[in-house]
């Protein structure tokens, strides 16, 4: 994390199955692992990725982080907080923190999976 901050992420069912599956096909200490290091992937890994598969297209890794927020917002179901805390966002001042001592992990569980779904469905 930039702010060194640590920062408990819910995840979606898909998406322990996908590590249950990389558990299955290699014995690696990390999920998605550095094919040419013992270390995991880099920050800009995504970021290559998406430059070499899809160089047609103007994408960027921050732009997943907005798209969800959008769709979040337009769903108009998920409380302002959770979905910044979804996105390791921080409380903005001392007061709010001093009276919000919860990081709405369990409701986080929820937007997640909503995510997902969204995700995989043909609208998505």
């Known amino acids: 994390m930039k702010a060194r901050k640590e920062h408990n992420v819910p995840l979606s069912n898909e998406v322990i199955e996908i590590i249950n599956f990389m558990k299955r096909k290699h014995n690696h200490t990390f999920v998605f692992p550095n094919t ?11 970021l290559n990725l998406l430059r070499s598969k899809f160089s047609q297209l103007k994408v960027t890794v921050h732009g997943f982080r907005s798209t969800f927020k ?6 108009n179901k998920y409380q302002h907080y959770v979905i910044k805390f979804s996105q390791a966002h921080q409380l903005p001042n001392k007061i709010e923190k001093a009276y919000l001592r919860s990081d709405l992990f369990h409701q986080r569980i929820t937007i997640m999976n909503d995510w997902e779904k969204f995700l995989i469905s043909k609208e998505g």
């Open 70 to 75: 959008t769709w979040a917002e337009e769903e």
């Open 36 to 46: 040419y290091l013992a270390k995991p992937l880099s920050n800009g890994a995504m």
